[in-house]
């Protein structure tokens, strides 16, 4: 079985500020760890995904995410957050089935 | 390309009445799963149809919720009789065959009063 945690429910930033949102996972295999991003009154979508190879792993908005395994954390992280970053993040992770299994989110507000 | 499709987007109904969500996939996406957020909870899986037939269905909370995917397209899930405690937003998601991304609808907010 999988577990994550993300530690911050909710993180205030300012704009242009640099922001970290925190993942730690528990499993027994080799997993697969996502992050999904919901912005108000939208979907969940897909930001990034780590299922091998290179541990930094980038989207096309600006966010990385770093697979460390003896940490156990998928850590997101922007140099420089802007406005429209307001959402909700889950960092999720999948085992050998397809199931993903999501943490509890955190709330980014980027204030002017 | 269309994304994934829920409706109703709300549904307001009273303890005891039934409620049927639908979910239509990305077409060709062989993989469909349901997942429920309970207000202040993580999002939950409930379960996994390959085509039409259920793989996975260990996250259905009880026998009154029903999940169907007749033909291997869209899908349904019937909440019947309704209690407060199914209160929540319902997702569907869908995926390729073997893919590893999930693409998520938009999802449809149950309320039970």
């Known amino acids: 079985a999988q577990s994550v945690t993300q530690l911050d429910s909710q993180v205030p930033v300012f704009e242009e500020a640099p922001v970290e949102l925190r993942c730690n996972y528990s499993s027994s295999v080799s997993v697969y760890l996502f992050w999904y991003v919901q912005y108000p009154n939208q979907g969940l979508q897909l930001l990034l995904k780590?299922?091998?190879?290179?541990?930094l792993v980038e989207s096309i908005n600006g966010f990385e995410a770093e697979f460390n395994k003896s940490q156990t954390s998928f850590h997101l992280r922007k140099p420089s957050v802007h406005i429209s970053d307001t959402a909700e993040y889950f960092c999720?992770?999948?085992?050998?089935?397809?199931?993903?299994?999501f943490g509890k989110g955190t709330l980014l507000t980027v204030n002017p | 390309e269309a994304g994934v499709t829920q409706f109703p987007s709300h549904s307001v109904i009273e303890k005891g009445q039934t409620v049927t969500l639908r979910c239509d996939p990305i077409?060709?996406?062989?993989?469909l799963y349901w997942y429920r957020r309970v207000m202040g909870k993580e999002i939950k899986f409930l379960l996994h149809?390959?085509?039409?037939?259920?793989?996975?269905e260990s996250g259905m909370p009880n026998n009154r919720f029903l999940a169907e995917r007749t033909g291997g397209t869209y899908s349904t899930l019937k909440v019947q009789p309704a209690e407060l405690e199914d209160s929540g937003v319902y997702f569907c998601?869908?995926?390729?065959?073997?893919?590893?991304?999930?693409?998520f609808g938009p999802g449809t907010r149950l309320t039970v009063l």
């Open positions: 999720a992770v999948r085992g050998s089935n397809y199931k993903l299994t």
């Open positions: 149809f390959v085509k039409e037939s259920k793989q996975d």
């Open positions: 998601a869908s995926s390729l065959l073997g893919g590893f991304g999930q693409f």
């Open positions: 780590y299922l091998s190879g290179s541990t």
């Open positions: 077409s060709g996406h062989d993989n």
